[in-house]
């Protein structure tokens, strides 16, 4: 007698709420990995204290962090093709929330940097792999939402950590800048349990995967990464170890790409990067995160230098660019699904630099306040042009290409950042020592008006009780402060108005940008695999 006995399947189909839960997967996960990778000043020393490390070994504490988020993006084409990025995120969300939480117990500066570590390889998974998702698993109609997600996430986390680290350390404890990382993991850890379709392991992958070049390649951009963060610091090319992780990145990078041109299938397809436009997207990128960076550190800087705010209280005029996020993402969503995506790319270029140069009329005597029309433009403009340009970007990869996209977007905004941090250091430092000495010649001794002022400093202090040391002494170090502040001002000035540069030669690149290919115009929801779908459709006959 023939029966027919219907098959369980391996992996049901995807829930019917699943494309929401991914969105939201995304902007969880984004927001977790900026607001810990940004760990600033106000949260970084009182760790520091808490460990008794100097400024020198305490500023390897964030580049712990960043830099495992670096060595992991590589490896995660590996892990996600070969484990299904459902377990890498899992497994990830729970390495991440583990080891935040135990940071604060940390007893030396050792087993912090290896906790650091741990929750950089973790969290370092979360972009590539949802990066990944929202061109393999959502419809196209709802990409421009997942992506305005990411970047509202990353503006909105580099922006808004100082506020939050400032808040935890005046009204609580400085250990909840990482437990509530630990609590965001929690419904991240849910997020992609129920959001994300269970697959099987491809042990075929596992076993022939280019893992060997992927660490490789991996350790590369590692050594590179960790050379720009450190560089500034330890005067670059003077540094025997800034010089010894250039060569290695460098030494490690070539055998990578020697190693992936020998592959008759190699994990990165290289081919993805000579398609139209790609290249020229991938500078986009970088020159987005330049742009995004500068908005969160000179304004800051120039707030904590020259008008001697702390720290904590810098966080009221980052919440101009931080908070419009909520209103402009979900715009930019909207607007995305009805433009051309390379109209919205230089309209959002335009509108920051626009913002950039309003600020180049900073003077001495600028507060908060003077700065919110200028990061309001920079906020829609480097929301606008972020989103549209990944957007845009995605429309040149099919679904076989998502993890690799998913790992060319992590790396091009961790190093994006970080050289855009680099530059905006070295450059406005360098500034800073050009107009000091130029100021500085026109300060000489015995002229009127050196005396004028000199005078009028000396007579302040001549009628206060307060203070040690002569009036005229006390007067000429307040001459020495005022020509430090202009100096610096100006050199801010400057970092705005190479932001602004920027923003403009982003735009002349964006007026190349063409049509994508249509060979790889994606899909939209990947079908089952060959042979869950057989399982599904066809039922097994047995004979009893």
Not at 87 to 114: E, H, M, T
Not at 284 to 300: I, K, P, Q, W, Y
């Amino acid at each position: 007698m023939n029966t027919v006995t219907p098959v369980a399947t391996t992996a049901p189909a995807p829930p019917a709420n699943l494309p929401w839960l991914g969105i939201v997967a995304v902007l969880v996960g984004a927001l977790a990995t900026t607001l810990t990778s940004r760990l600033t000043s106000i949260g970084l020393a009182d760790v520091r204290g808490a460990v008794s490390a100097g400024f020198d070994e305490g500023a390897w504490i964030p580049t712990a962090f960043t830099a495992s988020q670096m060595m992991i993006g590589p490896l995660s084409i590996f892990l996600g093709r070969a484990f299904t990025p459902r377990r890498v995120l899992l497994v990830g969300c729970v390495v991440y929330g583990v080891a935040l939480f135990l940071v604060p117990f940390a007893p030396d500066l050792r087993a912090l940097l290896v906790l650091q570590c741990l929750a950089g390889l973790g969290s370092g998974t979360f972009i590539p792999l949802t990066a990944a998702f929202i061109l393999t698993a959502l419809p196209k109609r709802l990409w421009p939402w997942g992506l305005a997600a990411y970047a509202m996430n990353i503006v909105l986390g580099l922006n808004l950590a100082s506020t939050l680290e400032g808040w935890y350390v005046e009204h609580v404890t400085w250990d909840w800048i990482f437990w509530q990382n630990t609590v965001v993991a929690v419904p991240l850890f849910l997020l992609y349990w129920f959001g994300l379709r269970r697959l099987p392991i491809d042990r075929d992958y596992l076993r022939n995967g280019d893992f060997r070049g992927m660490l490789t390649g991996a350790a590369g951009f590692t050594f590179i990464f960790v050379a720009l963060d450190q560089g500034d610091r330890l005067d670059w090319f003077s540094s025997t170890l800034i010089v010894t992780l250039l060569a290695l990145g460098v030494i490690c990078m070539g055998l990578f790409l020697l190693h992936e041109s020998t592959l008759d299938t190699p994990s990165v397809d290289f081919r993805l990067l000579m398609r139209r436009n790609v290249f020229l997207l991938i500078v986009l990128v970088l020159a987005t995160r330049f742009m995004v960076t500068a908005s969160n550190t000179l304004v800051a800087n120039y707030l904590i230098q020259v008008r001697g705010l702390r720290p904590e209280e810098v966080g009221n005029a980052a919440l101009w660019v931080a908070l419009p996020q909520l209103i402009i993402a979900p715009t930019v969503a909207w607007l995305l699904n009805r433009v051309d995506a390379r109209f919205a790319i230089g309209t959002g270029f335009a509108i920051a630099a626009t913002g950039f140069l309003l600020a180049t009329g900073i003077t001495s005597e600028w507060t908060e306040s003077n700065f919110s029309l200028a990061l309001l433009l920079q906020a829609i403009g480097e929301t606008l042009e972020l989103t549209a340009v990944i957007y845009f970007f995605g429309h040149h990869v099919g679904p076989a290409d998502g993890i690799t996209f998913g790992a060319i977007i992590q790396t091009a905004r961790l190093f994006g950042g970080q050289l855009g941090t680099s530059v905006l250091v070295t450059f406005t430092r360098k500034a800073e020592q050009l107009h000091s000495n130029l100021i500085g010649q026109h300060v000489v001794a015995g002229e009127p008006m050196t005396n004028e002022r000199l005078l009028a400093y000396t007579q302040i202090f001549g009628s206060s009780t307060q203070g040690t040391g002569a009036p005229e002494a006390r007067g000429a170090g307040l001459l020495l402060g005022a020509v430090r502040g202009q100096a610096y001002t100006l050199s801010i000035l400057d970092g705005f108005l190479l932001a602004a540069v920027v923003g403009t030669l982003a735009v002349v690149l964006v007026m190349c940008l063409r049509e994508p290919p249509v060979l790889v115009t994606p899909a939209a929801v990947p079908p089952l695999p060959p042979e869950e779908r057989d399982t599904v459709s066809h039922p097994v006959h047995s004979t009893s």
